[in-house]
DNA sequence: AGGTACGTAACGAGCGTTCGGTATGTAAGG
DNA sequence: CCTTACATACCGAACGCTCGTTACGTACCT
């Protein structure tokens, strides 16, 4: 039996986390085993010895991302309607440093993504996975009047992904001119123009 | 007097659609001096006597794609309101292969433009002449009675970025869900939702 | 003793950039 | 009109560097 097999997948995130920094702070272009390595006062031979090649190291890193992203401590959820779905989105935008650097990761990994199949399915999946965590919560908003009954769940979840996306490019790219209180106020725009005019 | 001078910038347009070319195809981490020289036949060298780097460039590539983007042939476009509006969107989403590979390029750089401050900056600048160019039509709209009169212009302007970006990215990499139509759909569903009640 | 967990050093490839050379012109001087 | 002079437009090779990856050594644990 091999000795202390959890402490494997603990060092594995213990790099996925110094990837995580490089690539908030230099992008994917700035992405080098090297520069994984310093960041985490390591040599580049560790970070074979736990994966393969680079792009393995990536991978996981994104997934990793990911799974850790949706086990977060989050704000109060409430768990019906259009309410849950603003807290959903509130919880993407880079409202606090940390959201910025995850949506950083993000965008900047589309690049790859694009570029690289595997990569662009797994992104794809996750869109998919996005819409999914939606869609819910706008059947019951339909179900409770706060939709016309006429909404395409399907589709607006697509439509709430896509606004709350490139607000966070917008926002990415000019902090000082979309704070957090303007995203807000854009989330709640947002959300009014799509409720049901007897619910607004 | 230096012969040809109309001359040379011409060849930095034939390179900057080399530029175009392998970017498209493999995005910024595959974006080389020696890519972009076989993509045209010529030599490297031949790049370095027309821009002093690669950086340069990427610069300059970046900046005649939205030139050339701008003074394409468009679709009818009509002059007033949303109608206008939903031309101008229309033209940005990746309907076309040339609009799918012109949109490939600039979700690619934001990986580039989020690591390098002075390309960043080109790229709010670029955010910000977008919503300048949409928001009097948003002003026409409210005039015209299609927008509720409380509707904040640079607001929707903003959302409407948002959303039409968003839904690009969305579409790169999931074309298989987002065909032309889903796409018009969603836009126009979008523009149904932000409309006043009485113009719809 | 033998496997695990590293560090150190090096390899070959590929990168941006530099350099020297060679045509091809245009311009000036007699 | 020919010659000399010089800038322009490129090519091909090379430089120095950094990259991902490999090989090897060593300390530690069991």
Redesign the pocket.
């Known amino acids: 039996m091999?000795?202390?097999l959890g402490?494997?997948e603990a060092?594995r995130e213990d790099v996925s986390r110094a990837v995580w920094h490089v690539l908030a702070d230099k992008g994917f272009g700035g992405?080098?085993?090297?520069?994984v390595a310093a960041a985490m006062g390591?040599?580049?031979?560790?970070l074979?010895?736990y994966f393969?090649?680079?792009?393995a190291l990536v991978a996981h890193a994104l997934d990793l991302l990911e799974k850790r992203t949706a086990e977060r401590p989050r704000r109060e959820r409430p768990s019906e309607g259009l309410a849950a779905l603003r807290a959903m989105l509130l919880d993407v935008l880079p409202l606090t440093s940390d959201d910025t650097a995850r949506n950083r990761i993000w965008v900047s990994s589309w690049d790859l993504a694009l570029a690289d199949d595997a990569l662009g399915a797994d992104q794809a999946d996750r869109y998919v996975r996005m819409r999914s965590g939606i869609r819910p919560h706008l059947e019951a908003a339909r179900d409770l009047g706060e939709l016309p009954v006429t909404a395409d769940p399907e589709q607006l979840a697509a439509t709430a992904v896509a606004f709350v996306h490139g607000l966070v490019v917008q926002a990415l790219f000019d902090p000082g001119r979309f704070p957090g209180d303007v995203q807000i106020a854009m989330l709640d725009g947002f959300l009014a123009s799509i409720s049901s005019p007897r619910s607004r």
């Open positions: 091999p000795p202390a402490d494997r060092r992405l080098t085993l090297r520069a390591v040599s580049t031979g560790m074979m010895h393969p090649t680079k792009r």
